[in-house]
């Protein structure tokens, strides 16, 4: 487990070592390219601001007035029908629409049931297995201005039922 | 669609609250979300701005173009109608590899460079291409191996085996990102015989 930690540390200086280094040998002028690639990162920031905004008031205004758990208590049927555990319904839902909130749901089961019980590996996994929806979804196509986005909301979804399905039978198998 | 979800939350949402006798709390929350808004962004300055800077270096060196040699032909079948050439390839590879690494923000320097090239030979503007909803359903369903932020978590919350989910994160995440090239694939199939 430490090695596992380990190298997750090391990944980003490792990463941007050899990038660098790779740079240099390439006898490019690093530096300015540096530069370049800030400039470039601003711009991006600039472009995605007003989009975050719309996304961060949208999802509060859902939290705040108490709709996001609602949504989730009418959910709750289905999931049990689903055989999804009633405590992961609200992950579910929320995790399409925030990280954060997602996140808060789960460390909430974890103080609950506990951080190895059925239902924390459950969440855990799920977490791990799935992005936010609603957010990558607007955040990337609001950048080139595209409103109609066709089969990516469908495919997303599957994907990420998909994730859902595959948390539940492998804690299943696992315990 | 994006139109309708957010006009349901925003409106849904204050009428809702109407109801639930949180209508107070709105203007608060709208106030709060907007400035959280806004630190993140400064936040983003920052590390997409790095990212960016590493990723330009990246690029310009050659080095993602030599990757995306090796890498092109296991993704030429998930974009089969994405031309060989295309400016594209090098961001689409960058931000897999990035993301897989678990790199987050330097995967989300390349992803949105990407969807700028995808979009200059979108030959209907404001419409999505097949690649650009292929290339995010694909990081939708997250390619990310190694789930570090929720083991650090785990053993913040007293897990007496915090990395036990490495192996079924590792399968699940498999299995959502399979579940969804398949999809991609047929749905682009579709497309080609009509």
Redesign the interface.
């Known amino acids: 487990?430490k090695m596992?930690?380990f190298?997750?540390d090391i990944?980003?200086p490792l990463?941007?070592f050899y990038?660098?280094l790779?740079?240099f040998f390439?006898k490019?002028d690093?530096f300015s390219?540096?530069?370049?690639?800030?400039k470039?990162?601003?711009q991006?920031?600039v472009e995605?601001?007003p989009t975050?905004?719309?996304?961060?008031?949208?999802?509060?205004?859902?939290?705040?007035?108490?709709?996001m758990e609602?949504i989730c208590q009418i959910l709750k049927p289905v999931g049990t029908v689903l055989k999804i555990p009633v405590p992961i319904i609200p992950v579910i839902f929320i995790r399409l629409f925030s990280s954060s909130a997602a996140?808060s749901v789960?460390?909430d089961i974890?103080?609950q049931y506990?951080?190895?019980s059925e239902i924390?590996?459950i969440a855990?996994?799920?977490?791990?297995?799935?992005?936010t929806?609603?957010y990558?979804?607007?955040?990337?196509?609001m950048?080139?201005?595209?409103?109609?986005?066709?089969?990516?909301?469908?495919?997303?979804l599957?994907?990420?039922f998909?994730?859902v399905i595959?948390?539940i039978v492998?804690?299943g198998i696992?315990l | 669609?994006?139109?309708y979800?957010?006009f349901f939350?925003?409106a849904?949402?204050?009428v809702?609250?109407a109801f639930?006798g949180?209508?107070d709390?709105?203007t608060?929350?709208?106030v709060?979300?907007?400035k959280?808004?806004?630190n993140?962004?400064i936040m983003?300055?920052g590390v997409?701005?790095?990212?960016?800077?590493?990723?330009?270096?990246?690029v310009?060196?050659?080095?993602i173009e030599e990757i995306s040699k090796k890498i092109k032909p296991v993704l030429e079948f998930i974009f089969p109608n994405l031309p060989s050439d295309h400016k594209a390839w090098e961001y689409i590879v960058g931000n897999m590899t990035a993301n897989i690494?678990?790199?987050g923000m330097?995967a989300?320097?390349f992803?949105?460079?990407a969807?700028?090239e995808?979009?200059k030979t979108?030959p209907q503007?404001?419409?999505?291409t097949d690649e650009?909803?292929?290339f995010?359903?694909i990081?939708?369903?997250?390619l990310?191996l190694?789930?570090?932020?929720?083991?650090a978590?785990?053993m913040q919350?007293?897990?007496?085996?915090?990395?036990?989910?490495?192996a079924?994160?590792f399968?699940?995440?498999s299995?959502?990102?399979i579940?969804?090239i398949l999809?991609?694939m047929i749905?682009q199939r579709k497309r080609r015989k009509i």
């Open positions: 487990m596992i930690l190298l997750s990944i980003v990463f941007i990038i660098v790779y740079g390439a490019l690093i390219v540096f530069l370049e690639g800030v470039k990162g601003f991006t920031v995605i601001a975050l905004i719309a996304l961060l008031v949208s999802v509060g205004i859902l939290r705040a007035s108490g709709l609602f996140t789960v460390l974890f103080k506990g951080t190895d924390g590996l855990s996994i799920l977490m791990s297995c799935t992005e929806v609603f990558t979804m607007s955040v990337y196509f950048t080139v201005n595209i409103k109609k986005t066709r089969f990516t909301l469908s495919g997303a599957l994907a990420t998909a994730g595959a948390s492998f804690v696992l | 669609m994006i139109e979800i957010w939350m925003v849904g949402g204050i809702f609250s639930s949180n209508i709390q709105i608060v929350c709208t709060d979300s907007a959280e808004a806004i993140l962004c983003m300055l997409l701005g790095m990212w960016s800077g590493i990723m330009e270096i990246a310009q060196s050659g080095l690494m678990g790199l330097g989300t320097a992803g949105i460079q969807m700028k995808l979009d979108n503007k404001g419409v999505a650009m909803c292929v995010l359903i990081n939708i369903s997250s990310q190694v789930p570090v932020n929720m083991i978590y785990r919350y007293g897990s007496v085996n915090p990395t036990q989910i490495i079924p994160a399968l699940a995440t299995i959502s990102t579940v969804a999809y991609c749905r």
